[in-house]
């Protein structure tokens, strides 16, 4: 949601950041100082955070804007802070609600939990309902994807439209390095080690990174190698408990928008037409010379194609279609 005056507040308050976390800790940024980037972000997408206990897990979550709600969901391993640069650009009269998926982000973690994509689809159903949630339109990147696309296949009454940005949960036809890494040498490159492997996967990710100070990038990476071990087992629950998606896609009638970046290396770009030959009502994009996250590495062009999806999809449309 755009708001008067985010450029120069953006360049200010960056600045004040990097001073902070040079002259505090050497260029080499807290916790506290990377949540109090995060809040930055928020405010300059007109977002709030907000948390409620549902079941056993208390979720977090950024909300913001008053119209028909949008729901996005983010990948493996990250947390709703990928989407404000995108929400930043998106149009008003819209309300939106990220939150971070139970297990990662500021949202509870329980050792003895399943974090599989289809140990999610149940709590997401209570967190909506929680939040009073009936119909929406639904976002959701790679991980988040594939729980988008598995909960609009089982709750189609609740979804009125579904985007997917480079998500998981097809077979794909020509497995990216990541995927072969895994699947057959057991390594779970997405899960750096130290700050250096944090940074190649940085590189692999985007094909242009978008900018953030090294004391920023540098938090991002502990923070991640902390959490290994339990990101480890919930990855081994993701692709052990994996549930495909190819037999659910021709039950999905809602207007649904796919978007991948052609360099993809997290998850191939041949996936996108397995989703586009399963869903009856897809339009796909493939964007070129842009790697797995195009709300991070084209923000506002992905919030221009996702705004224009949304306008000629509002509630009341499809809603006539049927």
Not at 149 to 173: E, M, N, R, W
Not at 196 to 204: C, F, G, M, N
Not at 226 to 240: I, N, T
Request: charge should be neutral; proline fraction near 7%; hydrophobic fraction near 40%.
């Amino acid at each position: 949601m755009r708001l008067p005056g985010l450029r120069l507040l953006r360049a200010s308050m960056l600045g004040m950041a990097l001073l902070a976390g040079v002259g505090g800790m050497a260029g080499c940024a807290s916790q506290n100082t990377l949540q109090s980037f995060y809040a930055l972000e928020r405010n300059m997408a007109g977002l709030s955070e907000k948390s409620v206990q549902v079941g056993d897990h208390r979720w977090v979550y950024a909300e913001g804007g008053s119209g028909e709600t949008v729901l996005l969901l983010h990948g493996f391993a990250a947390s709703k802070e990928v989407w404000m640069r995108m929400v930043r650009e998106m149009p008003a009269g819209y309300h939106y609600v990220i939150p971070d998926l139970p297990g990662f982000g500021k949202s509870s973690y329980l050792p003895d939990a399943d974090y599989d994509v289809p140990s999610q689809v149940p709590r997401l159903e209570a967190f909506l309902d929680q939040l009073g949630l009936t119909r929406l339109h639904l976002l959701g990147n790679s991980m988040g994807g594939n729980l988008a696309t598995l909960y609009s296949a089982t709750h189609p009454d609740q979804v009125a439209t579904l985007a997917l940005f480079a998500p998981s949960g097809v077979t794909q036809p020509h497995p990216s390095p990541y995927t072969r890494a895994y699947l057959e040498q057991g390594q779970a490159q997405l899960l750096p080690q130290t700050r250096e492997q944090y940074r190649q996967l940085l590189q692999d990710v985007f094909v242009e990174p978008p900018y953030a100070p090294d004391f920023i990038i540098d938090s991002l990476a502990d923070g991640m190698v902390a959490r290994r071990p339990e990101y480890l087992r919930m990855y081994q629950q993701f692709w052990g408990k994996r549930r495909p998606l190819e037999p659910l896609l021709p039950d999905i009638h809602m207007p649904v928008l796919i978007l991948w970046g052609d360099r993809d290396k997290v998850l191939d770009v041949s996936a996108a037409q397995i989703f586009k030959q399963g869903l009856p009502h897809a339009q796909l994009a493939i964007w070129p010379n842009v790697g797995h996250a195009p709300m991070l590495e084209k923000s506002a062009d992905a919030a221009q194609l996702y705004g224009d999806f949304l306008a000629r999809n509002r509630m009341s449309q499809v809603a006539r279609l049927h």
